[in-house]
């Protein structure tokens, strides 16, 4: 089913909607005669500040009147989450910038301030082009920014329509879920619907990074596999009989340097328009021949290679008297904590555990370090002391000052 997204309120009124419509109904006309369509620039006009929608990479400006100390930028992170000084991380995204204001107003009332005066600004927006793949007719990138406005019948106008061979009835829009991992939000449309009947209501506001997947008629066209990421040629490849992991390595050219081959992804389509995921673990198979990985890839999969930003949350960085020092993967589901992080790491007899350092880099540029007794957490089992390991974090263990 559709997923309706929220809509500016001027764009609701009765005349604000017939004008887009008209707009829309000259786009579509333009495009019928071949004639030269307008750019992204005068298609995308930007938001009413007020009605602007957070989303994860925008930069905040956030002001506190009674707390100069909480006033700085602050950047949306994967997970939609802003690290609000000592209030802690505050899930943000998808709020209009005056609910986010309202929110924040709200918990500094109930916990510190009897009365709290917050504001609130888009310093930077996020930056993402659109992807459209499959029978489009011109299939291909459309920048984008968050401030601005763009429709998904918009977009597949502006890449010139629908091939002939689509099945313009399952336009489908993949879109990244909150988290910074590999998931895939699935939103189906009926664009063919839309263009019959020229009744747009469920027309579909887009977002950076959203992939627009149009795609062929049953029986009809070729049978294509999609290849995405981290590889050597991306697109869509012929599908041929008995084609597994290792051919479709083949086909499209495998992959590159930066590619992270044991967290590789088959999306492969189901009859409700959703998508189900199949870890892929390459190095494994290429590596150590292990061909349980070895899945068989069917038409409509998509091969999706990460790289290391996409396949996990960051990394941090362990230091000092520790059996295992370097850099942590953070993994994209679940949370890395610190205690927990030094236990799997080999503290020694030298390891000075009371005092473990925690250097974080706040969003606003500043430096924090938090002191943490993971000798205490350790012995009384109590890990709700626990602390949370954040992308970026420089972990020291210090010496004993008197060694054992």
Request: charge should be neutral; avoid cysteine; hydrophobic fraction near 40%.
């Amino acid at each position: 089913m559709p997923v309706a997204l929220s809509r500016p309120a001027e764009f609701t009124r009765p005349e604000a909607r017939a004008r887009r419509m008209f707009r829309r109904a000259v786009m579509l006309g333009l495009l019928a005669v071949g004639l030269p369509r307008p750019g992204l620039a005068q298609e995308a006009p930007a938001l009413p500040p007020g009605e602007k929608t957070i989303m994860a990479g925008d930069r905040l400006r956030i002001t506190v009147e009674e707390d100069r100390g909480l006033t700085s930028t602050y950047t949306v992170a994967g997970d939609g989450t802003i690290d609000f000084g000592y209030i802690g991380r505050l899930t943000i995204a998808d709020l209009s910038v005056p609910e986010a204001e309202r929110k924040l107003k709200q918990i500094l009332e109930e916990r510190y301030f009897r009365s709290a005066t917050v504001s609130m600004q888009v310093a930077e927006f996020v930056e993402g082009s659109i992807l459209i793949t499959g029978a489009g007719a011109n299939p291909g990138e459309i920048p984008f920014r968050g401030d601005q406005m763009l429709t998904l019948m918009e977009a597949i106008t502006m890449r010139g329509g629908l091939a002939s061979r689509a099945s313009g009835s399952e336009v489908r829009i993949l879109r990244w879920r909150l988290g910074g991992g590999l998931e895939r939000q699935i939103i189906t449309v009926n664009v063919a619907r839309m263009l019959e009947t020229l009744d747009f209501t469920e027309d579909q506001y887009l977002r950076p990074r959203d992939l627009i997947y149009v795609p062929h008629l049953s029986g009809e066209g070729l049978a294509e596999f999609l290849a995405l990421g981290e590889v050597s040629r991306p697109g869509f490849h012929p599908h041929r009989r008995g084609l597994d992991v290792i051919r479709a390595v083949t086909a499209f050219g495998g992959v590159t340097s930066a590619a992270k081959l044991d967290s590789v992804k088959l999306l492969r389509p189901q009859g409700d328009g959703q998508y189900t995921a199949l870890d892929v673990n390459l190095a494994a198979l290429l590596g150590a021949a292990d061909m349980r990985h070895n899945f068989e890839v069917r038409p409509g999969d998509i091969f999706f290679v990460p790289n290391e930003a996409q396949a996990s949350r960051g990394s941090a960085f362990l230091l000092g008297e520790i059996g295992r020092k370097g850099p942590i993967p953070l993994p994209i589901r679940g949370e890395t904590s610190l205690a927990r992080t030094i236990l799997a790491s080999g503290p020694d007899r030298f390891s000075n555990l009371s005092r473990v350092r925690v250097m974080r880099t706040a969003f606003d540029g500043s430096r924090q370090t938090l002191e943490v007794d993971v000798q205490n957490i350790l012995d009384t089992g109590n890990f709700d002391l626990d602390v949370p390991i954040l992308d970026g974090d420089v972990i020291m263990v210090p010496a004993r000052v008197f060694r054992p």
